[in-house]
């Protein structure tokens, strides 16, 4: 075991020293990775060391240098060393996070982790956190809690009950919500076009006029959704005008955070994020800025009571013999899962409260000198106001179809190799979207891009 955990190591070790320069998209497509991996199921293994080469061999020209310097797509940042070290750990250590007393270290990692980020993030001391695998179920998870309240209010019991007979839960979000807000609401039955929508400005933030226009018009139990971080432009809903307007009306607020809710741990932009902490439900990710491996999300509730009653699993076989304590499972929608609090733990203690601020400061400062860098140049324009980490581009040609030709540049930087950006379509109008939130990234590393960007975008416009 230890012979090939080193081998891994090594392995692993080659691939992230090598992986700041390799062509950051991959080189390979999915019909090519699909042959390089399939081969019949073999009736005799080819045992451990055989089946990494063979992993690593296939897989290789397939991989995206997501965890590099120059990987911009997705909001994901890469990986802080410590955090990938205590990943291999967690691996290693194969700890069931269900319950205390199936790994009373797994337990007790999330209840300390859980206080560092309620700090961090100025969040209400004692919130409920669940460590789930990714934004889209902080989201479920927070709603769920929000379903359970809004109706407990209301007298109806939907853990016990369902919706059958429940009064109609009217959920209300900005016109620009992320799409995993809307498939939570549809996993929890309250139906995406039954939600209504408040209106958004230029950069995607809520109306509160909107917002109170829609509520004078809705009785009965209410959720409304903020956000904080817009996918695009990064721009934050105004916490503190439409938190209470819809505390007013008796809602529940839930803000989806998945990177946003970040820049509350910087001095220099927490004020995007004033008065969030008035919100019930907060749902983020680590995986993204804070730089820890997949998959690694937060689901943040106030009342830590709802939190438990919309998720706690009881089996008579589930014995909590470490009495009243921390039982991983009573914030989830899991039963048994990974350990996702030890790499969260390592990176935490690695950088400190300065490091996290460091990182995302940075990021944003990186982010508005490669939109100066891409709006120097004739021909490009930046289409969102940089608040954030978000940068979107457009490309304009000589003449003709300015989306097309967006997309074409889109697709022939990800073709050169040097750095990686998505594409997108904001306002109806299609864009190159560029995240800056890797701890590895430097400013020669933003230049570098830059310099790819334009070069790819000036010979794509002479052809
Ligand atoms: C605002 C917002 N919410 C939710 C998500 C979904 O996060 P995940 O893919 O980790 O589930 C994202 C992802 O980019 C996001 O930007």
């Known amino acids: ?51 990494l080469d063979e992993l690593v061999r296939g897989a290789g020209p397939g991989l995206v240098a997501s965890a590099g310097r120059r990987y911009f797509g997705f909001v994901t940042g890469g990986s802080l060393p410590a955090s990938v070290a205590a990943d291999v750990m967690t691996t290693a250590w194969d700890q069931n996070a269900v319950l205390a007393v199936s790994s009373p270290a797994a337990a007790a990692v999330e209840e300390v982790v859980a206080g560092w980020v309620l700090s961090l993030l100025g969040l209400p001391e004692g919130a409920g956190v669940g460590f789930v695998t990714g934004c889209q179920m902080a989201n479920f998870t927070c709603l769920a809690a929000a379903r359970h309240q809004v109706l407990r209010d209301v007298g109806h019991d939907v853990e016990r009950k369902g919706l059958f007979g429940a009064p109609a839960v009217t959920v209300i979000a900005g016109k620009e919500a992320h799409a995993t807000l809307f498939a939570a609401v549809r996993m929890l039955g309250l139906g995406q076009d039954r939600m209504l929508l408040a209106d958004a400005d230029d950069q995607g933030r809520m109306r509160p006029s909107a917002l109170k226009a829609i509520l004078s018009g809705v009785s009965g139990p209410a959720i409304v959704c903020a956000q904080a971080g817009n996918v695009n432009s990064g721009a934050f809903d105004p916490f503190d005008e439409i938190i209470p307007i819809a505390k007013e009306h008796g809602c529940w607020v839930h803000v989806d955070g998945a990177f946003g809710l970040w820049a509350a741990a ?29 998959d690694s999300g937060l689901a943040i509730v106030a009342n830590t009571a709802a939190h438990r009653a919309s998720m706690t699993i009881e089996a008579p076989y589930y014995v909590r013999t470490q009495g009243e304590v921390r039982e991983p499972n009573h914030w989830v929608p899991e039963s048994s899962r990974r350990a996702r609090g030890f790499p969260l733990y390592a990176a935490l203690l690695s950088i400190g409260r300065r490091g996290v601020a460091d990182l995302v400061g940075t990021n944003c400062r990186q982010a508005r000198l490669m939109a100066e860098l891409l709006d120097a140049e004739d021909g490009v324009e930046i289409m969102n106001r940089v608040v954030l980490n978000q940068v979107v581009a457009r490309f304009l040609p000589r003449s003709g179809d300015a989306d097309a030709f967006t997309r074409r540049v889109v697709a022939a930087v990800q073709d050169e190799g040097t750095c990686w950006a998505g594409g997108t379509n904001w306002h109806g109008a299609a864009g190159m979207r560029i995240s800056v939130s890797s701890w590895a990234t430097t400013d020669d590393d933003i230049r570098r891009s830059a310099d790819a960007i334009l070069a790819t975008f000036r010979k794509q416009r002479e052809e």
């Open 1 to 51: 075991m230890k012979d090939l955990l080193a081998y891994a190591a090594s392995l692993a070790g080659e691939y992230l020293e090598g992986v700041g320069e390799r062509h950051v998209g991959a080189t390979a497509s999915y019909g090519e990775c699909l042959r390089l991996l399939s081969r019949d199921l073999p009736e005799e293994g080819a045992g451990a060391k055989d089946a």
């Open 266 to 294: 910087c001095d220099g932009l927490k004020a995007l994020t004033r008065g969030v902490a008035g919100a019930d439900s907060w749902a983020t990710d680590a995986h993204k800025w804070l730089n820890v491996p997949y």
